[in-house]
């Protein structure tokens, strides 16, 4: 999606990924580690050391990419986003800017399940959505003492609805594609 020159240390996003599966030798830690992915502890919580670690990057201005449903989706079922991507959202000391996508047909190219054997000449679609920016969103629920809760779940349910509509688009187009 971004041209090579993007894929630099510095410009590259960082992630997060599932301690037990990303970080459980010491082969993979240092693969991902490399590749700027923080160990998410599945159970932990909101507050965990890998989000808190993951907003001081947001508050240092830097690209987080992050997977709102907290797993990889085998079974393409519609997923409850995590309350964790409010939090990033709802108090990050500068809002960050949200850039939705979904994308279709990626396990058919990479498959989900072993042989883990990619493949070429497969469909893949990819919709980009417009850029969501919810500082006055933010600045007007805690004017009204909105609790952190209340804020983080608003904020996830806003993007959770923009995701669903991303999908229904999304499929709509790979289906006239292919």
């Not at 970080?23 to 490399?34: K, Y």
């Not at 960050?96 to 979904?102: C, D, G, I, N, T």
């Not at 804020?151 to 669903?164: F, G, I, W």
């Amino acid at each position: 999606m971004l041209p090579w020159r993007h894929l630099t240390p510095k410009t590259c996003r960082w992630g997060m990924g599932a301690a037990e599966i990303c970080f459980s030798n010491e082969r993979d830690a240092r693969f991902f580690g490399l590749g700027k992915i923080v160990p998410i502890v599945r159970g932990d919580g909101i507050y965990q050391r890998g989000m808190q670690f993951i907003m001081e990057r947001l508050q240092d201005g830097d690209w987080c990419h992050i997977f709102p449903e907290s797993r990889v989706n085998q079974e393409h079922q519609w997923l409850r986003l995590k309350w964790g991507v409010g939090r990033l959202i709802s108090e990050a000391s500068i809002t960050p800017l949200v850039l939705p996508f979904f994308h279709q047909g990626a396990d058919y190219i990479q498959a989900n399940r072993p042989p883990f054997i990619p493949t070429i000449g497969k469909n893949f679609t990819i919709l980009v959505g417009s850029v969501l920016d919810y500082r006055d969103k933010v600045l007007q629920m805690k004017a009204d003492g909105a609790s952190l809760t209340d804020q983080r779940k608003e904020l996830t349910d806003d993007l959770q609805a923009v995701l669903k509509d991303l999908r229904y688009q999304c499929e709509e187009l790979h289906a006239r594609r292919y």
